[in-house]
C-alpha cells in the first residue's frame, strides 16, 4: 500500500531519498517543512557556509546538512556538467583516518579481505569491512602510504557504527603485543571531490606536481594552490577526477580556489545519479549488513590470496558464497515504460518474486533509459535476462543490463 | 521512455467512444454565457484544478511551488481517456530523476482529455506547470467537490506553513 507517494512529500522526501535513508521507492510532494528546516541539530562541514553563500539548497543528509542543488541549476543539467567538463563535490561529511603502527597492514588484512599488503605503496583500493556474518558494515576507500600507515576514507551515515568496530577490533587486536596500531581521525579536514574529464587540466593549473603519472587509484601529497593536501584519482562518478584532502585552516581558501569556472559546484542529487550510472553502490540501500560482498556482486574485492588464507573477519561466509554461488546477487536492469525505485519488486517470468531494486532513475545521460540496481535470486543474475518490476502496481519489462551503465572515464595513463 | 504513458493512453477502454460521456446541455448552468473565468482551486497534494463550471471541466496542474521542488520533470504517467476516478485516488505519476511522486485526483468525475503534449515534452511541467505543462481534464461528477479544496490564498497560507 506504500508503494507510492503523494505530490505533497516530494520536497522533503526528494532529497532524502537521493541518498539517505529512502524506505520506501515513492512519496508526495508535500512534507516541505523536514526539508526546510530540519537543519537545527545537524552537523555542518567545513564548507557549510560556503554552500549557503553559493546558494546551495542544504538538506539533511547522513546527519549532516549538506547541499543538494546549487542555484537555479537543476539535477540534470549539473550531471552533464560533470560528464562533460568539471564539477566540485563537498565530501567533507565523510569519515577520514588514519590507521597507523606496525602491524597495521596485517590489523586491516583481519577488518578487510582485500589483500593490503601487495598493495603499492601511495595506491588506493575500494573495499569493504565485514561482521562476522560475512555482512558489509561499511563500504570504504583504503590508501596505502607505507605497510605501517593507511588513509581510510568512510561513510558518514555509519560513523559511530564504523568507529565502534574499529575501536574494539584494535582492543582487541593490541591485546598483549608490542607492535601496536592505532586511529586517528581527521577531524574537521575537508574532503573535495573534483570530477569530470576536465578535472585533471584544471588541477594541473594549480600545481608543480606532474598529474600524469597519478593514475587511477593512485595518491599523493602535492602542493596545491600553496597548500599541501592529499590527493587521491578517483572518485564517484565514474568519471576521471581527485579526492582532495585539506587541512582545516586551508578548506574554505582552496575550496574557492577550486570553484572557479569551468568548474560547477554540485549537489547531493547529480551525486547520486552520476554514481549509479556508473554502477556503484550507496551504503543503506545497495549494500547493507545482511549483505555479503560476494551477493554484493564484489568478488574482485576478496583477494585470490585471501580466499585461500581465509583469514579475515566473516571468511566463512564469503567463502561459502564463493564456492557455493551466493542466494542472490546484485545486478543491473534497464526498465521499459516507467523509471524503478527502491523497493520496487522484481518478478521472473513465471511470475515469481525474485528480489527487489535498491537504486532506480531514469539515466540523465542515457536519455529514455530507465537504469536501475537490485538484487535477484541466484540463477536469474545472467545478463540479458528478462523480469518484471512492478511500478504502480503494473509489471515493467527489464532486461538485465550489466554495469557500469555509462563507460567510465579513468585516468589509467 | 514515454511509451508507458502513450500505452496508457491508448489503452483506455471503449468509454473513449465519447459523446455519451461528455457533458450535455442539460448541464450548463442558466448563468453560463456570462461566466468565462475559471476557478482555481488547490489541493494539499500541491495540485491545482482550474474549473470551468459552464463546462463542469477542471483540467489538472501541479503547482509552481510543486515543479519547482521536484526539479527536471523527466516522465509523465497519465491516466487513460475514459477512467472514471474516484477523489483521493493515485490516477498517475510524475517522475524527475530525484523521485516519483504521485497525482492524486483532487475530485470525483472522469478523464475527458491527456495532455498529449508532454509525450514528447515532459518538460513542460517544470517549465510551465500552472500553463501548458497541465496533466489531464477531469469531468467533475460534482462540482461542490471542487468548492471544498482550497483557493489560492489559502494554498498559499498552507504553503507557508508548511515551511
Given at each position: ?278 554502477g556503484l553502490c550507496l551504503y543503506g540501500h545497495d549494500l547493507n549488513e545482511q549483505t555479503s560482498p560476494i551477493e554484493a556482486s564484489l568478488n574482485w574485492l576478496v583477494a585470490k590470496n585471501r580466499r585461500e588464507s ?104 | ?163
Open positions: 500500500m506504500s508503494r507510492s507517494a503523494r505530490l505533497s512529500g516530494i520536497i522533503q522526501r526528494h532529497s532524502r531519498q537521493t541518498l539517505t535513508s529512502c524506505s520506501s521507492s515513492r512519496r508526495a510532494l508535500g512534507n516541505v517543512r523536514l526539508f526546510a528546516n530540519a537543519t537545527g541539530d545537524l552537523k555542518k562541514t567545513a564548507l557549510y557556509d560556503f554552500h549557503v553563500a553559493s546558494k546551495a539548497k542544504m538538506v539533511p543528509f547522513a546527519g549532516y546538512s549538506m547541499p543538494l542543488q546549487y542555484g537555479a541549476v537543476g539535477q540534470v543539467a549539473s550531471h552533464q556538467h560533470v560528464r562533460n567538463e568539471v564539477g566540485l563535490f563537498d565530501v567533507g561529511h565523510m569519515v577520514q583516518s588514519i590507521i597507523r603502527g606496525p602491524s597495521a597492514t596485517a590489523f586491516l588484512e583481519r577488518l578487510t579481505p582485500s589483500s593490503l599488503h601487495a598493495l603499492n605503496p601511495f595506491s588506493s583500493t575500494l573495499s569493504v569491512l565485514l561482521n562476522e556474518n560475512g555482512g558489509i558494515i561499511d563500504d570504504l576507500m583504503v590508501t596505502k602510504h607505507s605497510d605501517q600507515e593507511f588513509y581510510v576514507v568512510t561513510n558518514a551515515g555509519r560513523r559511530d557504527r564504523d568507529l565502534t568496530w574499529i575501536t574494539e577490533q584494535l582492543r582487541i587486536w593490541n591485546e598483549g603485543r608490542d607492535d601496536k596500531v592505532e586511529l586517528e581521525i581527521l577531524e574537521d579536514w575537508g574532503l573535495v571531490a573534483l570530477q569530470g574529464p576536465k578535472a585533471a587540466e584544471y588541477l594541473q593549473k594549480l600545481t608543480d606536481a606532474d598529474l600524469k603519472p597519478l593514475t587511477f587509484g593512485r595518491a599523493a601529497h602535492i602542493t596545491v594552490g600553496g597548500v599541501k593536501v592529499h590527493v587521491a584519482r578517483g572518485g564517484y562518478t565514474g568519471e576521471d577526477g581527485f579526492e582532495i584532502s585539506i587541512p582545516p585552516e586551508h578548506t574554505v581558501g582552496l575550496t574557492e580556489l577550486l570553484t572557479q569556472p569551468p568548474v560547477q559546484l554540485t549537489g547531493l542529487g547529480a551525486r547520486d545519479s552520476l554514481r549509479l550510472e556508473a581465509g583469514d579475515f573477519i566473516g571468511a566463512e561466509t564469503v567463502l561459502k558464497h564463493l564456492k557455493e554461488g551466493p542466494p542472490r546477487r546484485r545486478v543491473g536492469f534497464t526498465v521499459e515504460g516507467a523509471p524503478a525505485r527502491e523497493g520496487a519488486e522484481i518478478i521472473s517470468k513465471e511470475n515469481e518474486p525474485i528480489g527487489k531494486v535498491t537504486s532506480g532513475i531514469p539515466s540523465p545521460s542515457l536519455q529514455g533509459v530507465n537504469i536501475a540496481m537490485g538484487y535477484v535470486k541466484n540463477g536469474y543474475h545472467k545478463k540479458g535476462t528478462e523480469v518484471q518490476i512492478q511500478v504502480r502496481n503494473k509489471p515493467r519489462k527489464a532486461i538485465l543490463t550489466s554495469m557500469p551503465f555509462v563507460p567510465t572515464n579513468y585516468w589509467r595513463g | 521512455m514515454l511509451s508507458a504513458f502513450r500505452l496508457a493512453a491508448r489503452s483506455s477502454p471503449l468509454l473513449r467512444s465519447g459523446a455519451g460521456i461528455r457533458p450535455t446541455l442539460k448541464t450548463l448552468p442558466l448563468r453560463s454565457s456570462v461566466r468565462t473565468v475559471a476557478t482555481k482551486r488547490f489541493t494539499k497534494e500541491h495540485e491545482l484544478l482550474s474549473f470551468d463550471d459552464a463546462t463542469s471541466v477542471g483540467r489538472l496542474h501541479i503547482t509552481e511551488h510543486a515543479a519547482e521542488s521536484l526539479g527536471d520533470v523527466v516522465f509523465v504517467e497519465l491516466p487513460a481517456v475514459g477512467r472514471e476516478i474516484e477523489k483521493g485516488e493515485s490516477i498517475g505519476a510524475v517522475e524527475s530523476v530525484k523521485a516519483a511522486s504521485d497525482i492524486y485526483a483532487p475530485v470525483s468525475g472522469t478523464i475527458t482529455k491527456i495532455n498529449e503534449a508532454l509525450n514528447d515534452r515532459a518538460g513542460l511541467m517544470s517549465s510551465a506547470p500552472e500553463g501548458d505543462g497541465w496533466l489531464c481534464e477531469i469531468e467533475v461528477k460534482d462540482p461542490s467537490e471542487v468548492e471544498s479544496l482550497l483557493d489560492e490564498e489559502a494554498y498559499k497560507t498552507f504553503c507557508e506553513e508548511d515551511h
